[in-house]
């Protein structure tokens, strides 16, 4: 039962601390609109998504004047691409990417329509999954993704590349670099934004609603309504309450604010679902920073005691807020999902670009609190020259993290074209900007070009 108390805090946490539902992400199956008619299945494709979304803006605006609670995105997620395009291309000649990439367009570009015509901020699937390997139209889309993020505005990227299960897949890896370098390539005159909406992933999850990430995953039912939350700002204010109690008082403080959270978001995936009457999938509780001031992951973590967000204890401080977001997450909800946890985008949190700016966070810092956080290398510039070797190096660190571990890792680098490092890229709005980061000027490309399969871990042995 709800007391004075508990509303008057809610209304401080949605005024004064940075609380909001992050997204509503609509999962839609494009299964069904499979055909060897690549016009035909775009057609399917669009008029799908516009049945199934077409209110799914309005809603969201709904339950935002209904309940005051600010609802930021309202996105898609679809059907991974590379499985939906594979029976229009298999008349092409293997290896053709020009005449595929042409195909693969059309796909893109009824996305972005489909998008447009429903209000969405991003639509996301533009994906392939190759984490064993690659089967028919995973290496054409792979192929033609710089030119599908350069050509559309709204349409996000994604490949996995790895898993726990089945090892990592190093062709796929160095391929990839390719593909991040070239999509900074073909948009260098728009501050290389193609890279910022293309992640690779290690165990990447099906149901995830955030961007750049999200797709439909093919076990997930025909329509979902996942809701992601956000509230760095909020576990910020409950930290500073206590600015002297020991490790584990904080860490329940934390978890106790993270089941608040969480409770709010599913409200507000519950009332969606039940004006679109679609299922509900699942909350994500991820403390997704924004570059507001106070809404920043940096700031949480220094108020653990660390004098710069990146100086030794950060790994330790991120591993507490994580375990504990969590733990309070799934007792607020049964169907916690997605990635929850913290999440630490350089670009998008202002603690972080300080503590860049600062020298106190280096690259190699960010790839060791990647073992204990939510995700992985998000949203980091990179000098412009950095060779594609390198940037399949990172990928393969950081899925080697996501396998050996059983969790999701990530990378999206953003090679700053004709930037070098200590230069500023520019995104606004809640991609905010990133300072270009040193990189390691040793080369990795004899380790890359060994190409092959990354073996699966020991423990990855279960049945």
């Known amino acids: 039962m709800l007391n004075t108390h508990d509303i008057l805090e809610t209304i401080q946490m949605l005024d004064d601390e940075c609380l909001d539902i992050r997204t509503i992400t609509m999962g839609i199956s494009l299964l069904d609109c499979i055909n060897g008619d690549v016009d035909r299945a775009c057609l399917n494709i669009y008029d799908k998504i516009c049945n199934k979304a077409g209110r799914l803006v309005e809603t969201g605006e709904r339950i935002q004047l209904e309940y005051g609670i600010p609802i930021v995105n309202k996105r898609i997620s679809v059907t991974p691409i590379a499985i939906i395009a594979a029976a229009a291309l298999r008349d092409i000649?293997?290896?053709?990417f020009d005449k595929s990439t042409e195909f693969l367009l059309k796909y893109a570009k009824t996305l972005q329509k489909a998008a447009d015509t429903c209000g969405v901020n991003f639509l996301g699937g533009?994906?392939?999954l190759v984490h064993k390997g690659f089967s028919a139209g995973d290496l054409e889309l792979i192929h033609s993704i710089p030119y599908a993020l350069a050509e559309t505005s709204n349409i996000c990227s994604s490949v996995n590349i790895g898993s726990t299960k089945s090892g990592i897949n190093m062709d796929a890896i160095a391929l990839m670099g390719d593909v991040i370098k070239k999509s900074a390539e073909l948009t260098k005159d728009n501050q290389c934004i193609g890279a910022a909406k293309l992640v690779v992933f290690c165990n990447a999850p099906e149901d995830n609603p955030f961007m750049a990430g999200a797709f439909h995953g093919v076990g997930e039912g025909d329509c979902v309504l996942n809701v992601g939350v956000s509230g760095p700002g909020v576990?910020?204010?409950a930290i500073e309450k206590y600015p002297t109690a020991k490790i584990d008082v904080l860490a329940d403080v934390i978890k106790k604010t993270a089941f608040k959270i969480t409770r709010m978001g599913q409200l507000v995936a519950t009332k969606a679902s039940e004006y679109l009457d679609i299922p509900f999938g699942i909350v994500d509780?991820?403390?997704?920073?924004t570059p507001a001031v106070g809404d920043s992951v940096a700031d949480i973590l220094e108020l653990f005691g660390l004098e710069k967000c990146g100086t030794h204890g950060t790994t330790a401080a991120l591993a507490i807020l994580n375990d504990a977001v969590k733990k309070g997450g799934?007792?607020?909800?049964?169907?916690?999902g997605g990635l929850s946890g913290a999440f630490i985008p350089v670009s998008e949190d202002s603690g972080m670009i300080s503590a860049v700016e600062h020298k106190a966070l280096s690259l190699e810092k960010l790839e060791a609190m990647t073992a204990v956080c939510s995700v992985g290398l998000d949203m980091i510039a990179i000098p412009g020259d950095t060779p594609s070797s390198t940037i399949s190096a990172i990928i393969a660190d950081e899925a080697a993290i996501g396998m050996?571990?059983?969790k999701t890792t990530a990378v999206r680098l953003i090679p700053a074209i004709g930037f070098k490092e200590g230069d500023t890229l520019e995104f606004g709005g809640l991609l905010g900007y990133a300072p270009v980061m040193s990189v390691n000027r040793f080369s990795s490309e004899n380790f890359i070009n060994r190409r092959g399969r990354i073996p699966s871990p020991m423990h990855s042995v279960k049945n």
């Not at 799934?330 to 916690?336: D, E, L, P, Q, T």
């Open 93 to 96: 000649e293997r290896n053709n």
């Open 404 to 406: 050996v571990n059983n």
């Open 126 to 128: 533009y994906s392939a």
């Open 330 to 336: 799934v007792m607020a909800s049964s169907h916690v």
């Open 285 to 289: 509780l991820s403390l997704a920073p």
């Open 235 to 237: 576990v910020k204010a």
